[in-house]
C-alpha cells in the first residue's frame, strides 16, 4: 500500500535499500510513516509575515518604552522561530522511512510542538517578571507609539490566525495557531494599553494587561505541551480506552486472554495495537486474526495491529 501511496504522487523519493522491509501489501494497515502529500506553503507565509513585523515591533517596543509593546514583540519573535521549526519539522516528516528509522519522522512535528510550548513557558515567565517590576517602579511608555504599532499588529495577527487555521489540522500547525493567537492577544492588550496612557497617562495599565495576557497563553501553551508529551511518550490515544480495547479482544470467539498489551499513535492520528494473543487452536487463527482486525478497526479506529499468537496453557 505504502509503494502505490508513493508512486500516486508527483514528487519522486530516493529508493531505499530497506525499501522493501517497510513495504505495505494487502490485509496490511493502510497508513504510511510520512506525510509526503503536506502542504509547507502555509507556514512559510506565516513565518515571512512574522519576522518581517517582529522586526518593527522590537524596535519600536524598546523606542516607545512599553512592556506590552516589548513582550508582544518578544512574543512574535519567539513565533517566528517557532514557525521555521514547525516548517523544519515539515519537512523532516517528509522523510520516508529508513535502514536507521524504520518508524519514519513523524514525530519530528509532535517534538517541535514541544520545544515550542517549553520556549513560551520562558517567554511568559519574562513577561511575568518584568511587569512586577514595572507595578512597583512605573515607567513612562509613549501610549501614541504603542497604539499604531499594536494596532498594525493586530492585522497582521488576524491574517496569520485566518491562514494557519485553513492549513493542515495536526499538531505542529495547533502549536503555531496558539503561538499566532498568543500573539493577536498581545496586540489587543498593546492597543488597549496605549489607548489608555495616551488619554489617562496611567502608566500601570501597561504591565498590568502584559500580565493577563501571558495568563491566557500560558494556558494554551500547556495544553499544547501536555499532547505532545503525550505522544512523545507514546501514551494511548486520547479517543481509545485501553481498558475496553482489552476486554473487547478477550471478547472474539476463540480468544482465551490478551497479555502484553500495548497501544499508541505511530504518528500523530494513526494508532497502532501490539499484544499477545492466546487462543486454543492455532489452526483457527487466520480467522480469529481476521475477525479482531475487523474488531479493531470499526469500534475503535487502530489500523496497525501485530499480534502473537500463542497456545493457551491447559
Known sequence: MQAETRASTSVELP????????????????????????????????????????????????????????????????????????????LIAKRPPSARHSFGFGRAEALAAFVNSLVLLLLVGWIGYEAVQRFSQPQQVQGG?????????????????????????????????VN???????SVAALIAGAVIYYTGWMQIDPLL?????????????????????????????????????????QIDGVRSVHDLHVWDMSPGQPALIGHVEIDDLARWPDILHAIKAMLLEKHGIDHITLQAEVASQ
Not at 64 to 87: E, F, K, R, W
Not at 155 to 162: C, G, Q, S
Request: hydrophobic share 50%; glycine share 8%.
Open 15 to 90: 529508493p531505499s535499500p530497506s525499501a522493501h522491509l517497510h513495504e505495505h501489501r494487502d490485509g496490511d494497515a493502510k497508513h504510511v510513516h510520512f506525510n509526503i502529500q503536506r502542504s509547507q506553503s502555509v507556514l512559510a507565509w506565516s513565518l515571512a509575515l512574522t519576522l518581517g513585523f517582529a522586526v518593527v515591533e522590537v524596535v519600536t517596543g524598546f523606542m516607545s518604552n512599553s512592556l506590552a509593546l516589548i513582550s508582544d514583540a518578544g512574543h512574535m519573535v519567539t513565533d517566528a522561530a517557532a514557525l521555521g521549526l514547525a516548517l523544519l519539522a515539515q
Open 145 to 177: 507609539t504603542v497604539f499604531i504599532v499594536a494596532g498594525i499588529g493586530l492585522l497582521i495577527n488576524l491574517v496569520l490566525a485566518y491562514i494557519l487555521s485553513r492549513g493542515d489540522s495536526n499538531m505542529n500547525t495547533r502549536a503555531a495557531l
Open 180 to 186: 499566532v493567537i498568543g500573539d493577536l492577544l498581545g
Open 210 to 250: 502584559s500580565i493577563f495576557v501571558a495568563l491566557l497563553i500560558l494556558k494554551s501553551t500547556i495544553d499544547v505541551l501536555r499532547e505532545s508529551y503525550h505522544f512523545l511518550m507514546e501514551g494511548v490515544p486520547d479517543h481509545i480506552d485501553y481498558m475496553e480495547v482489552g476486554a473487547d479482544l478477550e
